[in-house]
């Protein structure tokens, strides 16, 4: 599962506090003063708002018949049909989540869709990134201009905002396309091969520079992070993420579990799994996280 779905391993898990997780987001630390030797102290207290995500149900049911199993197992096929089956279960759901925690909607139905920023509506799924970060710190960057944008730049003045803001940047994620895009605009500058960087177990990425040091570029596989019109061009996001404020709350298991369902409980012969989990969605501080948007060719 974290191979397929590997910003599974690098995102905390919490258990939810209930059917919807409540929880605090950051707006402003607040303040401190100097003050005399025998002076009062000033009060002061952070600023939040409250903030929820519902726990979404997610799910698949797979499973094959006993003639096929034992089918399989007579002709001396060297391969498990349901293995292949749990297999393919686990990948639709990493899919799945991978998406919705990237461009999830579950709260706007007005302009929605998966060519907008809010991204497609779902009720039972929960808000993504694209649309929790559709903040006026967004920075946008055109390489395809005639006198391209350059990536780098953009990518270290959204840091620079989140620094300002106290956030601590610790990984950019971005879609394959958007990768190809800033290699290619940095190829005249490389004199070596980049160093890479260890991201997950079994993951690893180039970095680049930023006011936070090297920060590793993880590439998103698949149609996860995705693309969508803005401005009059298609745009595909990348995501500086401070993950101290990133987190998803769960109800059961913080992974996937799977259910053996007993052969002939639906008056079929059948070997049956349901694969599911129960997330959300929590992003504290939005403040301390920020993306880019990348006009794609």
Known sequence: YI?????????QKEPANGLVHA????????????????????????TYERATTPISVIATRRGITLKSQFAVQAGGMGFNPEQLELQGGLRAIAHKMQKTIFQGNATTTGGAGAATENGAYDANSFDGLRKLLNTVRAEDVDPTAVTPEDMR????TAAITTMQNAGN???????????????LQQDANVRYMNSFTDVAPGVLTNAVNT???????????????????????TVSDIYLMDESVWSIPYLGSDGPTV?????????QLTRLFIIF??????????????KVRVVQP
């Open 3 to 11: 191979r397929t779905f590997p910003v599974w391993s690098r995102i």
């Open 259 to 267: 259910l053996d369902i007993p052969v002939g409980i639906s008056g």
């Open 23 to 46: 929880y605090d987001r950051v707006t402003a630390y607040g303040d401190a003063q100097f003050m005399t030797e025998l002076g009062t102290v000033t009060d002061d207290t952070s």
């Open 277 to 290: 989990g129960m997330w959300g969605h929590a992003l504290k501080a939005t403040q301390f996280c920020n």
């Open 211 to 233: 006011v936070f040091g090297p920060t590793p570029l993880f590439v998103v596989p698949g149609d996860a992070i995705g693309s969508y019109s803005y401005g009059g061009d």
């Open 153 to 156: 730049a953009a990518i270290n």
């Open 169 to 183: 940047i610790g990984v950019a994620f971005l879609s394959p396309e958007v990768k190809g895009q800033f290699d």
